[in-house]
């Protein structure tokens, strides 16, 4: 069990600008979500996908935000024009819908805007 | 709004002693509940769930408590240890198994002094 990853670790980038994030999930997983955690509050769902059905938004997630998950395996979120207010902690987790196992995180994306 | 609330931002309890840590919910859909630790710099680790059919769940050290009419979940953790010192985050979902999407609380550090 590799677990989930998610790439970078941490991410630096100037207000304006396009950042792209990726998560790689347990393999036989077939749901896969993105969770946001700002300081001092507990993670805030956006999107999931069962295999590569993008099936439910958040109103979190404005139009600057676009999750894709192509082929069923990987999956990306981009976060377009970035804004102060965008800086937090991204998780991805992935989870088997027919086990009734819990989800399981990676250790997330951490980014900052300057 | 809060819909599931952990009022204690933090909890300090002595090794050996009983560390409990409450959580309260005001969506009466949410039909299944979980418990996750989370360490710095790492991603929420699953640590129990219960079902809203059962009252009680136990897995070694750790006991959840379901009390439906308060709307009231409680993690016990006996007996603690240095090592359960983490942020514990609620978590609760429409739905069974932990494959839809979590509302989590803000979380309750705990310190286990040695």
């Known amino acids: 069990d590799t677990g989930v990853s998610q790439n970078p670790r941490h991410k630096i980038t100037k207000r304006g600008q396009n950042v792209t994030f990726r998560c790689d999930p347990i393999?036989?997983?077939?749901?896969l979500y993105w969770y946001r955690q700002t300081l001092g509050q507990g993670p805030e769902f956006l999107t999931y996908?069962?295999?590569?059905?993008?099936?439910?938004k958040s109103r979190l997630l404005s139009d600057r935000f676009s999750a894709e998950r192509p082929k069923g395996s990987f999956s990306t979120l981009e976060i377009q024009r970035t804004e102060q207010g965008d800086s937090a902690m991204y998780l991805c987790?992935?989870?088997?819908?027919?086990?009734?196992?819990?989800?399981?995180f990676g250790d997330g994306t951490r980014l900052s805007i300057l | 709004d809060q819909q599931v609330k952990q009022n204690s931002p933090s909890l300090s309890v002595q090794e050996g002693r009983i560390s409990i840590l409450n959580c309260d919910y005001t969506?009466?859909?949410?039909?299944?509940f979980l418990w996750y630790k989370k360490y710095p710099a790492e991603g929420p680790t699953f640590l129990i769930s219960?079902?809203?059919?059962?009252d009680k769940n136990e897995d070694g050290r750790f006991t959840v408590f379901l009390n439906k009419s308060a709307k009231h979940l409680s993690l016990h953790i006996v007996p603690s240890q240095p090592g359960d010192s983490a942020v514990y985050f609620c978590?609760?979902?429409?739905?069974?198994?932990?494959?839809?999407?979590?509302?989590f609380g803000k979380g309750t550090k705990l310190t286990v002094n040695p």
């Open positions: 987790a992935s989870s088997l819908v027919t086990s009734n196992q819990p989800q399981h």
């Open positions: 393999s036989e997983h077939n749901r």
């Open positions: 996908f069962q295999n590569e059905a993008q099936l439910e």
């Open positions: 969506n009466s859909m949410f039909d299944y």
């Open positions: 219960i079902s809203s059919i059962k």
């Open positions: 978590a609760a979902s429409v739905g069974q198994g932990g494959s839809e999407k979590l509302v």
